[in-house]
Structures are given as C-alpha cells and as structure tokens.
C-alpha cells in the first residue's frame, strides 16, 4: 500500500485522505464530499447526518446539505417538528449500521474506514436491538458514560426490582409513576412494564408512543392523560401506573400527582448510578437503565472495533481517552481538536 506524508503532515494512502475537524460540530472529508456528523444547526457542508431524533442530535435544514437518516429517524423528527423530508439512508461509500440507542438510531460508516457512533448502545432492552459496532481504522465513539463508576444494572433485575417496588404500591392503593425521556425510554418503559394495568400516558409519551406503533414497534396502546385536562374522571386514589416524561419530582405535575393521589415516583436514567440522584432529582426512587454503553461496554466497543486510531467526544471524553491509552489504544478527546486528520489503515 502506498504511503506518502505531505508537508502539512496529512498522511495519503493509495491516493486518498480523509480530514475531521472539531468546531461546535464534527466534519469529515474525503476527496469526494464533506459531511457534516450530527450538526447541531443547518450545514454548508454536502451532507449532513442525523444519527437519531432526539432533539439534541437534530436540527432544521436550510437546504443546502443533503440529508442522511434512517426513515424513523424522518419520522419520529417530524413528531417533534423537524422536517428532515428528502433523507436518505446511505450514499456510495457511506452506511449505516444499527446504534442500539433508540427507535431509527443509526451509526455511520465512511468508505469502510471511518465509524461514527453517535449515542450507542451494545445491550438488547426489550424491543430495541444492541450492536457490536463494526471493525474499522477510525473509530469516533460517544464516551457519555465513559468513567469507571458507571457499570449499569442487567435490564432484567432492574425489571424484577421495579416490579417488586409497584407490587408494594399496589398493596398499598397507591399508584406509581414512572418517568423516563419521552423518546426511547418512555417506549422501553412501556415494553417492559406492559403486564401491569391500569397504565396511563403523559399527553407527550402518547404522541411518541403512537408514532413507534405506527412505525411497527409491538407496544400496547395505553390512554393518554392530560396534564390540564379532566383530572378527576380518569385518576383515582387507587393502584394505577403513569408513564411520564422524566422530570423533577418537584415540577407542579409531578407534585400534584403527590399530592392529589400519593403516588410514588421512579425514574429510569443512567445517571441513577450517582449516590444522591434520587434525592437531587425528588424522586423516590431511581434505577440505572440506560440508553447508552456503560464504561465496561465502551471498553468492549473500542476492542470489537479495533482502529488504529480513536477519537471520544461528549462525557468523559478526555478521561476515557486516557484508559483507552493505557489500554493500548492510539486515542485522544475529539473535543478542543479544530482539525485532525483520519486516515486509513486498512
């Protein structure tokens, strides 16, 4: 294979090279096109890639870039108002590969060198399928959860756990109310408690989980509930299960819940590995089931993967850069890194 180095120190093989930069988003280069990974804001570059629908992924295009996305990811946008109308799901040299992160969440593969995570996950929960990523030379994986401390629960336990916790309430009369993002975790949450009635739905988890219905995803419907709505005629002091969007404990809709009905609060979050969070957060109790790698899996991702170079971006970036070192690996922090350059190693 033929190797150069020109006086910029961009390394060339077999003729080609591909450049990342870091500023306020990641862009990659090839000879051939830019593409724009998860932008945040509408990009000049000739594409753009959406890795899935939560808001902090997507955004409003203006047109100039192409889009890349799988079709729930289009879908599941225009619920929350984004209109990604005209993506695609791959062009010559481009692929998507399942991320495990939610509904349509796709990872992305460039001219079979360069793997981009976006938010990941290697585990199976209920409907939702892991992946073990892909080998590549480049590898730039998300390292949320990217410190030690964060080993989550298996799935199962926390569910045999969590159904403990609601068989007491019921005892009780008392109703429950679980809380988790209202893309993802509300549809997981669905799944997996499904066997429990009377279930209720936040106004905003119905929308969401109507739209995963209509997509193909074998959740059961449930009523919605209206937070301003009629109260009385649907809620009584008496077993039921609300699924709602996660937030405090202490938001008036939770507290009125409280209040009102005495229900007991529980919230899904990989965050719950932190000693406090349930008090922080107001809640009664709170389980690590999460949406993204833990530490142990991220180690596991990078060695399934196996590049020779690695770059880790959001969280625990430049920590987790630092184990993967240790480890071996040729990694540092993407984030702070205006321009870098990705080459192939194959």
Same mark, same amino acid.
């Given at each position: 294979? *033929?190797?150069?180095?020109?006086? #910029? @120190?961009? /390394? /060339? +093989?077999? &003729?080609?090279?591909?450049?990342?930069?870091? +500023? @306020?988003? /990641?862009?990659?280069?090839?000879?051939?096109?830019? =593409?724009? =990974?998860?932008? +945040?804001?509408?990009?000049? #570059?000739?594409?753009?890639?959406?890795?899935?629908?939560?808001?902090?992924?997507?955004?409003?295009?203006? &047109?100039?870039?192409? =889009?890349?996305?799988?079709?729930?990811?289009?879908?599941?946008?225009?619920? *929350?108002?984004?209109? =990604?109308?005209?993506?695609?799901?791959?062009?010559?040299?481009?692929?998507l590969v399942n991320a495990g992160h939610i509904l349509g969440s796709r990872a992305i593969l460039i001219e079979d060198s360069v793997f981009y995570t976006g938010d990941f996950s290697t585990r199976d929960r209920g409907f939702l399928k892991g992946s073990p990523g892909v080998k590549c030379d480049t590898l730039i994986m998300e390292t949320t959860y990217g410190n030690p401390r964060y080993v989550f629960t298996d799935t199962e336990k926390i569910v045999s756990q969590v159904s403990r916790l609601i068989a007491d309430c019921f005892h009780r009369c008392r109703p429950v109310v679980l809380t988790g993002y209202t893309l993802g975790k509300a549809q997981l949450i669905t799944h997996l408690f499904r066997n429990w009635e009377p279930i209720y739905l936040h106004e905003s988890v119905f929308k969401m989980n109507e739209a995963h219905i209509d997509l193909g995803v074998g959740i059961p419907k449930h009523d919605s509930y209206s937070a301003g709505g009629k109260r009385h005629s649907v809620l009584t002091k008496r077993p039921w299960i609300m699924i709602s969007p996660a937030s405090s404990g202490r938001s008036q809709f939770i507290k009125t819940l409280r209040e009102e009905y005495g229900a007991v609060v529980i919230a899904f979050t990989g965050w719950a590995v932190d000693r406090g969070y349930s008090y922080m957060m107001g809640v009664d109790y709170a389980f690590d089931l999460s949406d993204h790698c833990d530490f142990t899996e991220l180690v596991q991702l990078a060695k399934y993967c196996n590049p020779s170079k690695i770059y880790t971006v959001h969280g625990f970036a430049a920590e987790f850069a630092e184990h993967l070192k240790f480890l071996g690996f040729d990694a540092e922090p993407l984030e702070g890194i205006e321009q870098s350059t990705l080459t192939s190693y194959a």
């Open positions: 294979m *033929r190797e150069t180095k020109t006086q #910029s @120190g961009i /390394i /060339i +093989r077999n &003729g080609k090279k591909i450049t990342v930069s870091h +500023r @306020g988003g /990641i862009l990659v280069k090839t000879g051939s096109y830019s =593409l724009a =990974l998860d932008p +945040r804001r509408a990009s000049k #570059s000739d594409y753009s890639f959406v890795s899935h629908a939560h808001i902090d992924h997507v955004h409003n295009p203006d &047109g100039n870039s192409k =889009l890349i996305a799988s079709k729930e990811t289009v879908e599941l946008a225009k619920v *929350r108002g984004y209109d =990604l109308k005209g993506a695609v799901e791959g062009i010559n040299g481009v692929d």
